[in-house]
């Protein structure tokens, strides 16, 4: 129990990329740390590297697979190799973790996560006093700036879907734009646009504390918001659907997106 409980408390945090940098210089070596936690603070993942089922690195001219280099050793480590000035995207998913929480912890996780649609269909099968027993697995993104990235790229490699089964995809390039500027991103579950799905927006900057807002996203899976403020920002969804498992009866997919801003200059 007391191990289920501590899964629990880990499930309702964050997971993300978190690189030693968001800008680089061509040819620069950087690792890559997988965090947990809340409030954009989190510690080193837990998990083993069989976890880990994607593991891919979006260069403008094309892409490497990191998945043999960063899971020989039995805990991942994500090592990306910059070569080429413009966006980069490297892009993780895991495979299903299990976990069973008793009724009221669960119906409580739905709640702080925002899955409100999920405690009506467990009413509706008359199931809210039962277990909740579910399937989890982690996306996560980043973006990295290498050079001066340049708005007429046309890599487009930040705009890139990358097959997750939830991601978080931009239609802006955020090293490009100026202070103030808009910033849509598109939620995408098993490929196709997500509606009326919460998106929460972290925003850190040095010497400040981190600030948090809660958006949710339109019938085209859209949500848009400023990039008013330099710092660093993670984007998070999650989304949970009725489970096709023997050991689950739900399925949740959490999904991240961690970049950089720093504003350009106008002209």
Not at 100 to 122: H, M, P, Q, V, W
Not at 161 to 190: C, H, I
């Amino acid at each position: 129990m007391a191990a289920c409980l501590l899964a629990g408390a880990s499930l309702a945090g964050e997971f993300w990329l978190q690189p030693s940098q968001f800008f680089a210089a061509p040819g620069t070596t950087l690792t890559l740390r997988v965090l947990v936690g809340t409030a954009f603070a989190g510690t080193q993942w837990a998990g083993k590297s069989s976890r880990v089922t994607q593991l891919v690195h979006f260069a403008p001219a094309g892409y490497t697979n990191l998945l043999p280099g960063a899971t020989a050793p039995d805990t991942l480590h994500p090592v990306v190799h910059l070569q080429q000035p413009g966006t980069h995207l490297v892009a993780l998913t895991t495979n299903n973790a299990f976990l069973t929480l008793d009724a009221d912890r669960f119906n409580s996780y739905l709640k702080a996560a925002g899955l409100d649609y999920i405690l009506l269909e467990r009413q509706r099968r008359g199931s809210l006093q039962l277990p909740g027993r579910e399937a989890y697995r982690r996306c996560a993104k980043t973006l990295l700036a290498v050079g001066s990235p340049s708005a007429s790229d046309t890599a487009r490699t930040w705009s890139r879907p990358t097959g997750m089964p939830l991601e978080l995809v931009p239609e802006q390039n955020p090293y490009t734009l100026k202070a103030g500027a808009s910033f849509t991103v598109r939620v995408l579950a098993e490929g196709q646009p997500r509606p009326g799905q919460l998106v929460q927006v972290w925003q850190r900057s040095p010497g400040q504390a981190g600030r948090v807002f809660k958006l949710y996203s339109n019938q085209n899976g859209r949500v848009l918001f400023r990039l008013t403020e330099p710092g660093e920002y993670l984007l998070s969804t999650v989304h949970m659907v009725p489970a096709r498992l023997p050991e689950a009866d739900w399925q949740t997919t959490w999904s991240s997106l961690t970049f950089g801003f720093r504003p350009v200059s106008g002209r």
